[in-house]
């Protein structure tokens, strides 16, 4: 049972890790029904390290656009590569200093369905006005090596509110963000996956070193399914999400949160 359960959570962290819909918060609300039985520190990093299942997809699916590295013929640094690296370093600054050394207050104060659930709604809300004010509008930033270092650092600050509030959605925040400094539905999502990498290896880091390897076997063979799974339904996600987005806007994604933030409201207040 404990192993269908990871399974469950691979398949929900493999889907909601790239849509902007929040994976933390689904993972937070899943473990409210679904509970894995495993110790409370081991849950804490089963929550976050599972996630590098899905980022394994990013770094499968866009080796060429993020390896800076070239052997062929001679050892060779793809130049406007690097200086992409340089920009997703850069935006991960705000999100890296507050988790930590706010890593412990936010997980005892804010890791909660009623955050959650308001997140959900807040910024479902945001998805609907800005796809709305964006509506016509035509991108300036159209291409990866188009962002500026300044645009980079903005959408990392939009980034901080996701770090902070659980059910913003990660993906989610850098998307509106970068929609609203004008860059294109196809490179803010790009840069939002790339961005992933550094953030979630940085975060699985900060668990690990606080929570060390004291697990069981069981415990341990769990989040390897989990980061599995999450890993063959990351890519399948992702090649959705790419196509997806060429044809349409946000807006459903704002509808969703909005309805299953109020649903997740009603729920808890009704049988907590």
């Not at 997806?244 to 009603?266: A, Q, S, T």
Request: charged share 10%; with cysteine.
């Amino acid at each position: 049972m404990e192993i269908l359960k990871a399974i469950l959570f691979g398949i929900v962290e493999g889907i909601t890790e790239w849509l902007p819909i929040s994976s933390t918060g689904h993972m937070i609300l899943l473990n409210e029904f679904v509970k894995l039985q495993v110790s409370e520190s081991f849950w804490q990093v089963f929550l976050v390290v599972i996630q590098l299942g899905a980022i394994l997809a990013v770094v499968l699916l866009f080796w060429d656009k993020i390896f800076p590295f070239q052997f062929k013929g001679g050892f060779q640094i793809k130049v406007p590569i690097f200086l992409l690296w340089v920009k997703i370093l850069i935006a991960c600054v705000p999100a890296a200093i507050v988790g930590v050394l706010f890593d412990d207050w936010l997980d005892e104060h804010l890791y909660n369905y009623w955050v959650v659930a308001i997140s959900l709604i807040v910024f479902g809300i945001a998805f609907l006005v800005i796809e709305t004010w964006n509506k016509g509008r035509k991108a300036k930033v159209k291409n990866l090596s188009q962002l500026t270092y300044l645009t980079a650092l903005y959408i990392g600050i939009f980034q901080l509110i996701a770090a902070i509030f659980p059910g913003t959605s990660r993906s989610g925040a850098t998307i509106v963000g970068a929609l609203l400094l004008g860059v294109s539905r196809t490179v803010a999502a790009e840069f939002t996956f790339f961005l992933a990498i550094p953030v979630m290896l940085g975060a699985s880091l900060l668990k690990v070193v606080k929570y060390g390897f004291a697990f069981s076997g069981m415990e341990f063979m769990l989040l390897g399914i989990g980061m599995l799974i999450a890993f063959f339904t990351s890519i399948l996600v992702i090649r959705f999400l790419m196509g997806y987005i060429k044809k349409h806007d946000f807006k459903v994604f704002g509808y969703y949160r909005i309805v299953l933030g109020i649903c997740i409201l009603v729920y808890f207040m009704i049988f907590a």
